[in-house]
């Protein structure tokens, strides 16, 4: 089955610093590459997305990188603000597991004021 | 407005005894999932639904059961609770083409 790793385990950056979140995954198959992100004691919610067609995608300060043949994807987030402080799950799934995602143990990111 | 509902959200039981999580959801989705979480840890699947009378184990070892007979509804039940059951439970559905996961705002469960 899947098997996704990802890195650091913990992040502390400086507000106006940026920040990257790095995945791998191992199933060649997997085609969609969601990012949660989850604030203490709120639930997880899809912040950026990116499918296998596609390299990048940007929405503001946020960004995701994807390298089909080294089988892994990147978080991009840029100009942190403290409100960025959370914990960050990536995750990836195929057609052929019709939904079931396979996550990353997640990333807990601080920025300090 | 489209959502998970859960319910309770907070629960407090005994060693021993039977329960059930409701998770409830009104996106029309098909795909429907139960993970475990510990508070800021990483998110364990344990019971998954394609759809009606369709439900699969996941990747964690767990000793509840869940059922699929309407499409809105994923109960999960637990027969026996055991303090090693006490953590958050996080419902979560997805659309016909898989895709991105709406989480519920979960069930923090304490077993005594």
């Known amino acids: 089955g899947e098997n996704v790793e990802q890195h650091p385990s913990t992040l502390s950056v400086q507000e106006g610093d940026s920040a990257v979140i790095k995945c791998t995954y191992s199933d060649s198959a997997s085609n969609y590459f969601p990012w949660y992100k989850q604030e203490l004691g709120k639930r997880p919610q899809l912040i950026i997305d990116i499918r296998s067609n596609v390299g990048e995608k940007k929405d503001q300060r946020i960004a995701v990188t994807l390298n089909k043949t080294a089988k892994h994807f990147s978080l991009h987030i840029t100009e942190t603000q403290p409100e960025d402080s959370a914990v960050y799950f990536c995750a990836a799934s195929s057609n052929t597991n019709a939904g079931k995602s396979t996550f990353g143990d997640g990333t807990t990111l601080t920025v300090k004021p | 407005e489209a959502d998970i509902y859960q319910t309770p959200r907070y629960l407090v039981i005994g060693t021993g005894k039977k329960i059930t999580l409701e998770c409830s959801q009104t996106m029309g989705h098909d795909k429907m999932y139960w993970y475990q979480q510990d508070p800021g840890m990483e998110l364990h699947l344990i019971h998954y639904?394609?759809?009606?009378?369709?439900?699969e184990k996941g990747d964690l070892s767990s000793e509840s059961t869940v059922s699929r007979i309407r499409t809105e509804h994923f109960p999960l039940t637990l027969e026996s609770a055991r303090p090693s059951h006490t953590s958050q439970y996080l419902c979560?559905?997805?659309?016909?083409?898989?895709?991105?996961?709406?989480f519920g705002p979960g069930t923090r469960l304490t077993v005594t």
């Open positions: 979560a559905s997805s659309g016909l083409r898989g895709g991105e996961q709406y």
């Open positions: 639904s394609y759809g009606v009378n369709s439900t």
